[in-house]
């Protein structure tokens, strides 16, 4: 299974182009959300106010140079391992969910559009890559539900209380356990259940690619964007207002290990 | 003057949550961050200010007390021990402070809640706070007024 290319074995009953004009589809829904989503929330219009803002307030002028050097730092250290949610299980669960979907994303154009069809090679690296992607989004994200949302940990709501804030991570999660559920029951030959779920694996993608407007979707771009300009603000001496960090830490004893927020 | 959070900011950690000492922080329903659910019963204590590890927490001052754009903002360096308070006046006149969090020896008066008792449903749903009534000193229950003592009609 974990080698095994679904679509391929998809593509020998519907045409390929179909398959690729749905992924088409699903990317023209998330440019088509985010903009709505943009004039709507006018989240952009606000970043860019505040950016201007920072700017006034700025006590020293970045170089071009050290503002590159500082957003690489940014992407490296602070994107790429979710650095704003500490050291913790959050943190962890949300690497898992968010390496995992990439993989599970970027696996599924290169075998839609590259090993899907007549003709085409067979690739057993890639649907590998499909499989531990999905596994991981699923590990992520059922972990981050189940027990990890603050609803659960700090107000004490219990697990299946639903919110719309819920759509984007239940959509992504329907879409992963959906298509594993696809692609085992298409490689062991139930064509029931192999139906089942590619119905429930199509209509999971629709949900959460046509629900970007309404979803948390877009803080894969702005939650970046907004790391970006907190660090470039800490470097300008504009802080949004906060005191610089403090220089003098002996004096004042060893520190403190914070407790989780979990105590009800 | 309230608290009120930077929906950027905010990554719904609930920290704000459990150390509001009045509960008034919560997590919104819709969005999944933090939310003051009664600005005016906001004291202005800085606990979730300080303890928002993204800063995304500031105090609102009201239009008429500060219309020119005034700014107190803190951060707090745990594992410095220290906690730095820039206040921006309405004048643009800036003042920075830096003081330890507390001079007593760590883990001494500080109560190790996560090992204390769980509260039921009951006790979370209740008008009294942590460690009331028994906090406060008093025996038995929270005085209370009778609602039939009220005066009738709209009063203050």
């Known amino acids: 299974m974990m080698s095994i290319n679904p679509y391929a074995m998809l593509a020998e009953t519907i045409t390929p182009l179909v398959i690729q004009g749905f992924v088409l589809v699903m990317l023209g829904l998330i440019v088509l959300g985010t903009i709505l989503q943009m004039i709507h929330h006018k989240n952009v219009t606000y970043f860019f106010n505040n950016a201007k803002k920072a700017k006034l307030a700025a006590e020293r002028e970045i170089g ?5 050097a500082i957003i690489l730092k940014t992407v490296v250290r602070d994107i790429a391992t979710t650095a704003e949610l500490g050291a913790g299980k959050r943190r962890v669960a949300h690497v898992l969910g968010m390496y995992g979907t990439i993989l599970f994303w970027i696996a599924s154009i290169v075998l839609v559009f590259g090993y899907t069809g007549q003709g085409r ?17 699923c ?11 603050v609803d659960v940990l700090a107000e004490a709501h219990p697990w299946y209380r639903i919110i719309k804030a819920d759509l984007f991570v239940l959509a992504l999660l329907a879409c992963a356990t959906t298509g594993l559920a696809w692609s085992y029951f298409q490689s062991s030959g139930s064509a029931t259940f192999s139906y089942l779920f590619l119905v429930l694996f199509v209509t999971s993608n629709i949900v959460l690619f046509g629900g970007v407007y309404w979803s948390k979707f877009a803080h894969m771009i702005y ?3 907004a790391a970006i300009q907190k660090n470039l603000a800490e470097a300008d001496g504009s802080r949004d207002n906060l005191p610089p960090l403090a220089d003098a830490p002996k004096q004042f004893g060893l520190g403190i290990k914070r407790e989780q927020p979990k105590h009800y | 003057m309230s608290t009120f959070v930077y929906m950027t900011r905010c990554d719904g950690c609930g920290h704000c949550v459990d150390i509001c000492p009045s509960d008034i922080m919560h997590i919104d329903e819709n969005i999944r961050r933090a939310v003051n659910i009664e600005p005016n019963f906001c004291w202005e204590c800085y606990s979730c200010v300080k303890a928002c590890p993204n800063h995304a927490i500031d105090v609102r001052g009201y239009a008429d007390f500060a219309p020119m754009g005034h700014s107190v903002r803190v951060r707090r360096e745990e594992e410095k021990g220290t906690i730095s308070w820039k206040i921006k006046f309405r004048n643009g ?18 109560p190790k809640l996560a090992e204390g008792e769980k509260p039921n449903q009951g006790e979370i749903n209740s008008q009294t706070l942590y460690t009331e009534p028994k906090g406060l000193n008093i025996d038995g ?16």
Not at chain 1, 64 to 68: I, L, N, Q, R, V
Not at chain 1, 139 to 149: K, N
Not at chain 2, 141 to 156: A, I, N, Q, R, T
């Open chain 1, 223 to 225: 939650k970046p964007g």
């Open chain 1, 121 to 137: 090679s067979v690739s057993t690296v890639w649907p590998m890559i499909w499989h531990v992607g999905a596994i991981m989004t």
């Open chain 2, 141 to 156: 229950e929270l005085p209370s007024v009778p609602k039939d003592s009220f005066k009738k009609g709209v009063y203050y």
């Open chain 2, 93 to 110: 006149t800036t003042k920075d402070f830096v003081s330890p969090i507390t001079t007593k020896p760590w883990g001494k008066f500080i």
């Open chain 1, 139 to 149: 590990v992520g994200g059922y972990w981050f539900w189940l027990f990890l949302r």
């Open chain 1, 64 to 68: 071009a140079g050290e503002k590159t």
